[in-house]
């Protein structure tokens, strides 16, 4: 795999982010990043991670560095796809762009200060936005590409199995199946959920419907 590195500011990374509920589909960049491609997970981290992002570029600490996949121009007009950092780059685009989330940071005297960023100083927002992102620009064979992906995800959020399925078997079919079966506000999970144990979004969900399926259909195996 080729790796070259580049930095992006991150009133850069902000332009155009969206979210669709419909679809999960999520892009920054001026449309041109694919935040959330087929094999990656949902939003998962809780307030206290987020928070930490964000203290994190306010103070101009260093960030762990992001992994981009160049896959040139696709249908959709996205040139790169997150293959490390959806969830700090959500973390810090939804501060930038969502007025309503606050998060909790230090004080300088001590105890807690709660901050949206309209209510920033124009210099802390200022600050925020020319805050530097360093990303490593991957290019590869597909295959590379999911080898990488978990790879690079064992020191972070760990992994569940149907995670490192959806990574390695990512198609559309499987993207339909994620937006009924891992979403807490999806159909399944409010009609069916009291049936299913797990965090839905961490593909519980849907990982114990393949599972019933499969005992359905009398499939077994050590990976079922």
């Not at 795999?1 to 902000?14: C, E, F, G, T, Y």
């Not at 100083?121 to 360093?134: G, K």
Request: aromatic letters at 12%; proline letters at 2%; one cysteine or more.
């Amino acid at each position: 795999m080729k790796i070259n590195m580049m930095k992006l500011k991150v009133r850069d990374l902000v332009q155009g982010y969206s979210e669709d509920d419909a679809t999960s589909k999520v892009v920054a960049w001026g449309g041109n990043l694919d935040v959330r491609p087929e094999y990656q997970r949902e939003y998962v981290y809780d307030d206290q991670k987020r928070d930490s992002v964000i203290n994190t570029v306010l103070h101009g600490f260093p960030l762990n560095i992001m992994y981009f996949v160049d896959r040139g121009e696709d249908a959709e007009g996205a040139r790169y796809e997150v293959l490390d950092g959806q969830q700090r780059i959500i973390s810090i685009c939804r501060f930038k762009t969502v007025s309503a989330i606050s998060v909790k940071l230090p004080a300088p005297t001590g105890g807690y200060n709660i901050v949206n960023f309209p209510n920033l100083f124009d210099e802390q927002q200022d600050a925020f936005l020319d805050y530097e992102l360093q990303v490593y620009i991957c290019e590869g064979t597909e295959q590379e590409k999911i080898e990488w992906f978990e790879v690079i995800n064992i020191a972070g959020e760990k992994l569940e199995k149907q995670e490192i399925r959806n990574a390695v078997l990512h198609s559309a079919w499987l993207t339909d199946a994620k937006s009924a079966f891992s979403r807490r506000n999806g159909a399944v999970n409010k009609k069916y959920g009291k049936y299913f144990a797990g965090d839905v979004i961490r593909q519980k969900y849907l990982e114990t419907a393949f599972r019933w399926h499969a005992d359905a259909e009398g499939i077994q195996g050590k990976d079922i």
